[in-house]
């Protein structure tokens, strides 16, 4: 398996504006799933991974340099929200992207 250079540049046109990629992109508001964060280049041996929805944080595992893994929090909202990432034990969140939240079966039966 092999990259283009067109790939490449790419990723790295994506790290340079901040921009993040985030598998799956939606969820329920129970949290626990875990997410795959792409865009920042990570360095396992520098860098630390911390996500950021909302205003909970938690802290991510790097898998590689192109992907990390973050654990979605539970939420006591609904719709979409901004999911920010850092690569330096959350001393600064360069690259945002979104991550729907949505009600889950489970909830609705847990209030009737």
Known sequence: MYRSNDEI???????????????????????????AVAGPCFNSSVDELVCKFGSIWTRG???NKFKGVCTVPSMLVTGTIQVHVSTDSGKSFKFTGTYC????NLMLDLFR
Not at 9 to 27: A, Q
Not at 101 to 104: E, P, R, Y
């Open 61 to 63: 595992v790097i898998i």
């Open 101 to 104: 939240l949505c009600k889950s």
């Open 9 to 35: 540049n790419n990723l790295l046109f994506l790290s340079i504006l901040g921009s993040l990629t985030i598998y799956p992109t939606t969820g329920t508001m129970l949290g626990g799933n875990n997410i």
